[in-house]
């Protein structure tokens, strides 16, 4: 085809206006971050090593006395510092027909959440999830644990939370 062709004009229908160049409006500018709200505070809190929370151990361990009966320890505690929204988790292998259960005290922390969760994010499957208020949490109190309803073992995460306030907490899982 040679190059010193002019283009040919594109019919228009009779009596129709010619066409017209449009431009379009730049796009609305983005609401200041502030409209969104403060920043997340959450995040992962910092592991630390269980030796800093052996003051919490008696604690600690009256509290599965009383709401992990006839339980047994699996695997040793773990603990985290936390500032307030921030995220810890501990995994472990819940086995077909166990049942379990996850204490965990707090120190500064006024709030404390905890709950064991199957899956991975962002599809999660609560089994249970702590109701009690303050520094101290419990699943599965009192003889109500929560069950690998699969018929092969699973990972679960122990998902503890800062919900109010800034500080150490450790927790332990137990089963039966």
């Given at each position: 085809m040679p190059t010193?062709?002019?283009?040919m004009p594109l019919p228009t229908q009779p009596g129709a206006p010619p066409p017209t160049a449009s431009v379009k409006p730049p796009p609305a500018p983005l609401p200041p971050l502030a409209a969104f709200g403060p920043p997340d505070p959450g995040g992962a809190a910092t592991s630390i090593d269980?030796?800093?929370?052996l003051r919490a151990a008696p604690a600690l361990n009256q509290l599965a006395a009383?709401?992990?009966?006839k339980m047994q320890k699996e695997g040793p505690p773990f603990a985290g510092q936390f500032n307030e929204g921030q995220v810890?988790?501990?995994?472990?292998?819940?086995?077909?027909?166990?049942?379990?259960?996850?204490?965990?005290?707090?120190?500064?922390?006024?709030?404390?959440?905890?709950?064991?969760?199957?899956?991975?994010?962002?599809?999660?499957?609560?089994?249970?999830?702590?109701?009690?208020?303050?520094?101290?949490?419990?699943?599965?109190?009192?003889g109500n644990c929560v069950r690998n309803t699969l018929p092969t073992p699973d990972e679960a995460r122990v998902?503890?939370?800062?919900?109010?306030?800034a500080g150490?907490?450790?927790?332990?899982v137990y089963s039966r």
């Amino acid at each position: 085809m040679p190059t010193n062709v002019a283009p040919m004009p594109l019919p228009t229908q009779p009596g129709a206006p010619p066409p017209t160049a449009s431009v379009k409006p730049p796009p609305a500018p983005l609401p200041p971050l502030a409209a969104f709200g403060p920043p997340d505070p959450g995040g992962a809190a910092t592991s630390i090593d269980i030796r800093h929370m052996l003051r919490a151990a008696p604690a600690l361990n009256q509290l599965a006395a009383t709401h992990m009966i006839k339980m047994q320890k699996e695997g040793p505690p773990f603990a985290g510092q936390f500032n307030e929204g921030q995220v810890l988790e501990h995994t472990f292998e819940v086995l077909p027909g166990r049942c379990y259960g996850v204490v965990a005290i707090a120190g500064g922390i006024t709030e404390l959440g905890l709950r064991i969760e199957l899956g991975e994010p962002p599809v999660t499957a609560v089994l249970g999830k702590d109701e009690m208020k303050g520094p101290q949490a419990v699943v599965g109190p009192s003889g109500n644990c929560v069950r690998n309803t699969l018929p092969t073992p699973d990972e679960a995460r122990v998902v503890m939370t800062a919900v109010a306030g800034a500080g150490t907490a450790v927790a332990r899982v137990y089963s039966r």
